[in-house]
């Protein structure tokens, strides 16, 4: 079993930043991947970004450039640091990972959400 807990979250006009955390407890040798999505009213979840076990990153084409991912294997924490941003980046963040279990078998376990929201 592994536990994400999120913070960062918070109000902030266009243009501004915000930095995310993410922390992982429990089983969390076995990580494979871990990142963020996040999911506004009415619309479908979608990754924002997202290390795999190669260390390889990907972005939504909507947040390259603006966004980082960056990660601590040592303290298993991931973090998003989010500048120039837009009202259309108004959502609740997930962090999310993908842990191996026995043999090819895998498990996804999600935080509880972060809200960001972005006034004109």
Request: aromatic share 10%; proline share 2%.
């Amino acid at each position: 079993q592994v536990q994400l807990v999120e913070s960062g979250g918070g109000l902030v006009q266009a243009g501004g930043s915000l930095t995310l955390s993410c922390a992982a407890s429990g089983s969390t040798f076995s990580i494979n991947a871990m990142g963020w999505y996040r999911q506004a009213p009415g619309k479908r979840r979608e990754l924002v970004a997202q290390f795999n076990s190669r260390g390889t990153i990907k972005y939504a084409d909507s947040v390259k450039g603006r966004f980082t991912i960056s990660r601590d294997n040592a303290k298993n924490t991931v973090d998003l640091q989010m500048n120039n941003l837009k009202p259309e980046d108004t959502a609740v963040y997930y962090c999310n990972t993908i842990t191996a279990g026995l043999g090819p078998v895998q498990y996804e376990y999600w935080g509880q959400g972060t809200q960001v929201t972005v006034s004109y």
